[in-house]
C-alpha cells in the first residue's frame, strides 16, 4: 500500500512532490522518496521513515526539473529501509519508477534476470519493473513500459520517468488506483484525488490496463499494448481537504470530535422531509431492492465490523438473510447463488483489495453488488451496480474513527429503507426513527465532554499488558471494533468476544491484572450481560464498563464507568464506539504511542 505522486509542468517541483507525498502519507509511511529529471539528468533521494525525514534531507539543495516522480511506502517485499525506498532504478541508472501494488511473479522474474546478468540493489519487487523497462529502452519509453507489464502477473500502478525521454512521465495501472489531474500548462498523476486537488478539479481515472503519457501541456492514453483511446475528464465538486489539526493535538482526535457534524451531514444526504430515506445512487429500482432475499456483506478490518452491525439491523427490519465475510477468506470460496442475492461491499477508500477481488468475482458470476465508501471515484464505487456515500470527509488518521461511525449510520438508515420498501415498516415507526437518529449528533456530543473522565480512565490502566473487550447482541461487533482500536494504535494485545463465549475459554485468562470492557448497554441482552459482569467480577477482573445513563445497577460492578445517553437497542453501538475511540485513544497517548501513523499500517490497504 503506497502513494504515488507525479508532476509534469513549470512549479517548484520539490514543494510539490513533497506536498503530495504528506497528502498521501495515510496509505504508507516507512519511507519516501523522489526522482526527478533536471538539464536532462536523473537525480533521486529517499529516505526512511516519516516525509519529514526526506524533508530534512532536501532542505539545503537546490532542485529545478519539471518532470518528477515521488512515493510514500508501506513495506511489503523487503523491510523498510533506505535500500528498498522507492523510487527504483534501472541498472544503469537511466530509469527510475514508483510504484504500487504486489508483482506476484517477482521472484521468477529476478532469478530470470540474474542469469541475464543484473544485479540488484534491493529487495522489492518493484526493482524488477525498473530493470525490465531499462531494458527494453532501445524501444523508446512508452513501448519499455508496455512490454515490461507483458511479463507481470499481480498488480500494479507505475509512474517511470527516463532521462533518454525528459518531457514525459509514462504511467499504467492493473488492479492499483492512478488518477490524472489535468491543469493549465501543468499535469499530474496521484494514487489519490486529494493530492492533485490544491491544483485542480479536473480529473482522469485510469482503468485496469491502461497506460497515460503525461507532458506539461497534454496528457494522452492507450490501451497497454493496444489502440490509442480518448477518456473523458469529470470535474471534482469538493473542496481540497486541508490538512490541518484545527488546534487538536492529532488528526484521530480531531477526526473523534469531527463525528457529529459527520453524522449530521450524512444525515441530511440520505433523509427526506424528516420522513423517507432517499438513496439516489443506487442504480437498483424498488421493485428490484423488494426481490432482495439474501446479502452477502463483503468487508475487512473496521468495516467488516460495520458489517457485522449491518446484518443485525437487516435481519430485523428488512427479514433479508444476511451473511458477513471477511473478503480475504470469502473470495477464496464458492460463491453459490440462491435466486435474487446482492453483494454488498463495505470499504471507506473504495480501493481495498480484497474487497474489490471479491466484487469482482461477484460481478463474473452475475451477482448483483451495492457498495459503501467514502472516497467518490475509488474503484468500488465506478465497478458497483449501486453505490452509497459515508460523506465522512477525509480521515487522516489511519484507525478509522469518523468513518466507521459513518458506516453504521448509513447501513441502519439502508436497512429501515429496505424494511419500508418490503412493507414491514410503516411509514409512521419510520418517521419516529429518524426522528430518534436526528438526536444521535447531539449525544455524541455529550459523549464527547466526558473525554477528561475517560482521560483518567486510561492512564489508570495505560500498563497493563492485555484487554478484554465483551459485548452481546447487536454490541458483539462493538465489542471488536473496540479491542481492534487499542491494538491498532497502542500496541496492546485485545481481543473482542461475544459475552456468552467467556465460559467456553476466555474466562480462563481473567485475574486481577486484566481490564475487561463490559460493553453493557439497556438493550435485550441486558440481564445477561450483567450475569457475564458478574463471571469477571468473581474472578478479580478489573472491569470498564460502558452503560446507559440511566443504569443504576452495573454502577455496583464497575471499577470504572462510562455511561452513554439512553437510546434504542440498534442504536446503541453508534454511540458506544466513540468512548471506546476515546479510551484507545488517550492510552495511546499515554504511552507515547504515534495514533495517526501506528507502526505497520497503511490507510488503504490495496494489496492483498
Known sequence: MCGIIGYAGPKNIESILLVGLERLSYRGYDSSGIAIISDGELSYWKKTGKIRELEKMLRNLSIKGSIGIGHTRWATHGEPNEMNAHPHLGPNKKVAIVHNGIIENFSVLKEELIKNGHIFRSDTDTEIVAHLIESYMDLGLVQAVESATTHLKGSYAIAAIAEAEPDKIVVCRHGSPLIIGLGKGENLVSSDINAILPHTKQIVLLEDDELAVITPSKVTYKIINGKAITKKSQHIRWDALTQEKSGYETFMLKEIFEQPNVIRQLISKMVVADKQIKLKHIKLGQKDLASITRIIIQACGTSWHAGLYTKYLMENYARILTEVDISSEFRYRQMLTHGNDVVLALSQSGETADTLACLREAKSKYFKVLALVNVKGSSIDRESDGVMYSYAGQEVGVASTKNYVAQLVAMYLFSLHMGRIKKLISPQELAEKI??????????????????????????????????????????????EGALKLKEISYIHATGYPAGELKHGPIALIDSKLPVVCIAPKTHTYEKMLSNIQEVRSRKGRTIIVASESDTELPKYADDLITIPDVSEDLTPILVAVPLQILAYEIATQLGCDVDQPRNLAKSVTVE
Do not use: C, M, W
Open 435 to 480: 426522528s430518534e437518529i436526528k438526536r444521535i449528533p447531539d449525544h455524541i456530543e455529550h459523549i464527547l465532554a466526558q473525554t477528561d473522565k475517560i482521560k483518567a480512565i486510561a492512564k489508570k490502566y495505560a500498563n497493563s499488558q492485555e484487554f478484554l473487550f465483551i459485548g452481546r447482541g447487536v454490541n458483539y461487533p462493538s465489542a471488536l
